[in-house]
């Protein structure tokens, strides 16, 4: 079941991504949903599920928006299981490492991308790139993560009763 409502979310945000979330840009910029999920997935679940969630994720962005297949998987693979690290550390209740850890996570997936992108190919326009596409879509993920987290910490309690239920049942 849990595979199976995680794929659907990933594909259910992979069109929002391409097609709704297109109208609510500031600055240009959309919030990136998929690096919202990977983080709550792995901060919730640990780093060997955010690695798969942010590998899947990334695999569907790869296909859908990307250049080459790949890139995006292991960046998402990288972030899920980094952020998975701090799951035994972490109150799950609490909204503030969530918050946290998105906006560092955005940070660092943006300023990759940057990196393997465009900073390769000889394009050194870092500050604009920094103030224009990474800060504003630092802040606008950030703010929108917290009722994101909120509802996938909602799903997440629900699965894991269905799944202890299950799991009495046959013992």
Not at 44 to 69: H, K, M
């Amino acid at each position: 079941m849990r595979v199976f409502v995680i794929s659907l979310m990933l594909i259910i945000t992979n069109v929002l991504q391409s097609t709704y979330f297109q109208h609510f840009r500031i600055r240009g910029t959309i919030p990136n949903f998929y690096v919202m999920i990977i983080v709550s997935f792995a901060l919730l679940r640990g780093s060997r599920e955010g690695a798969i969630v942010g590998f899947f994720a990334g695999l569907i962005q790869d296909l859908y928006f990307g250049t080459s297949i790949g890139f995006y998987a292991l960046l998402g693979m990288y972030t899920g299981y980094l952020c998975g690290k701090l799951n035994k550390d972490f109150y799950r209740e609490s909204f503030l490492l969530p918050l946290v850890m998105t906006i560092f996570s955005t940070f660092f997936y943006e300023l990759t991308v940057y990196v393997l992108t465009y900073l390769v190919r000889g394009k050194l326009q870092f500050l604009y790139y920094l103030n224009n596409i990474i800060l504003p879509e630092v802040v606008y993920t950030g703010i929108i993560s917290i009722f994101i987290y909120q509802f996938i910490y909602y799903l997440n309690e629900k699965l894991e009763i269905r799944e202890k239920k299950h799991r009495n049942l046959f013992k």
